[in-house]
């Protein structure tokens, strides 16, 4: 992971960070045991269904907002 600090000036500071796509993975992963709570998929209780139909069921712009935000939360 790599992370680049710029003082913007004001108390402000700009943060980029850049993760690899194994480092990504994980916060994929997790975003989709998150979300399997949230997501109605026929035949299973609520969060028990497998992670390949709960990511069938989701936009990938969603799945993706979502382990984005959890990597930033955590990184």
């Known amino acids: 992971m790599e992370v680049k600090q710029k003082n913007l000036g004001k108390s402000q ?3 980029e960070f850049e993760l690899t796509s194994e ?3 994980e916060h994929y992963k997790h975003a989709i045991e998150h979300l399997k709570g ?3 998929v026929d035949g ?3 969060g028990k269904a497998p992670a390949s139909m709960v990511e069938e069921k989701l936009k990938p712009e969603a ?3 979502e382990a984005g935000d959890h ?3 955590h990184v």
Do not use: N, W
């Open 13 to 15: 500071v700009e943060l």
């Open 23 to 25: 480092e990504f993975l």
């Open 38 to 40: 949230h997501i109605k």
């Open 44 to 46: 299973f209780r609520e």
């Open 63 to 65: 799945l993706l907002m």
């Open 71 to 73: 990597a930033v939360r």
